[in-house]
């Protein structure tokens, strides 16, 4: 499995507990049973996943602030999804090249979001990756979102 495909299998995990409210173990069981488990980037898959929903109200405050317009609920759930991905790797993932995130992204938009979905991710991440930085800051081992409006 791929690092794209490992990206596809995070978002199908995160839409299952977004949407239907599943449970982290039954969606991964899920997949695997519907997809075939997980064999290279198993570890990968998980890292996203589960970063991803420990820090989804940072996350999710992030893109609220960039998308000023966009109250995050009325967002499509695959879009909103898609970017708590990438947003999670832009932010917490040192290890992961800012450019490869959005990339990826904006291909998952294209593929299993709407027909503007890969420009709307990408107008969001893009302000995002001007300065990362510039929207977490660390205070007691914790991340609060700045607004920098």
């Given at each position: 499995?791929?690092?794209?495909?490992?990206?596809?299998?995070?978002l199908?995990?995160?839409?299952?507990?977004?949407?239907?409210?599943?449970?982290?173990?039954?969606?991964?069981?899920?997949?695997?049973?519907?997809?075939?488990?997980i064999?290279?980037?198993d570890?990968f898959?998980?890292?996203?996943?589960?970063?991803?929903?420990?820090?989804?109200?940072?996350?999710?405050?992030?893109?609220?602030?960039?998308?000023?317009?966009?109250?995050?609920?009325?967002?499509?759930?695959?879009?909103?999804?898609?970017?708590?991905?990438a947003?999670?790797?832009?932010?917490?993932?040192?290890?992961?090249?800012?450019n490869v995130?959005?990339?990826?992204?904006?291909?998952?938009?294209?593929?299993?979001?709407?027909?503007?979905?890969?420009?709307?991710?990408?107008?969001?991440?893009?302000?995002?990756?001007?300065?990362?930085?510039?929207?977490?800051?660390?205070?007691?081992?914790?991340?609060?979102?700045?607004?920098?409006?």
């Amino acid at each position: 499995m791929s690092r794209r495909q490992a990206r596809e299998r995070a978002l199908q995990v995160l839409y299952q507990t977004d949407v239907g409210g599943a449970d982290l173990a039954g969606a991964f069981r899920y997949m695997d049973e519907e997809f075939g488990a997980i064999r290279d980037e198993d570890k990968f898959v998980q890292r996203l996943v589960c970063g991803t929903i420990e820090n989804m109200a940072p996350i999710d405050k992030v893109i609220a602030v960039v998308s000023k317009e966009w109250h995050i609920n009325r967002m499509a759930r695959v879009d909103r999804n898609i970017m708590r991905l990438a947003l999670y790797e832009i932010l917490y993932c040192m290890d992961i090249p800012n450019n490869v995130s959005v990339n990826e992204a904006v291909e998952l938009g294209k593929i299993y979001g709407g027909e503007d979905s890969g420009r709307f991710i990408n107008g969001i991440l893009g302000k995002v990756i001007e300065n990362p930085g510039a929207y977490l800051q660390e205070q007691d081992n914790t991340f609060r979102v700045v607004d920098t409006t």
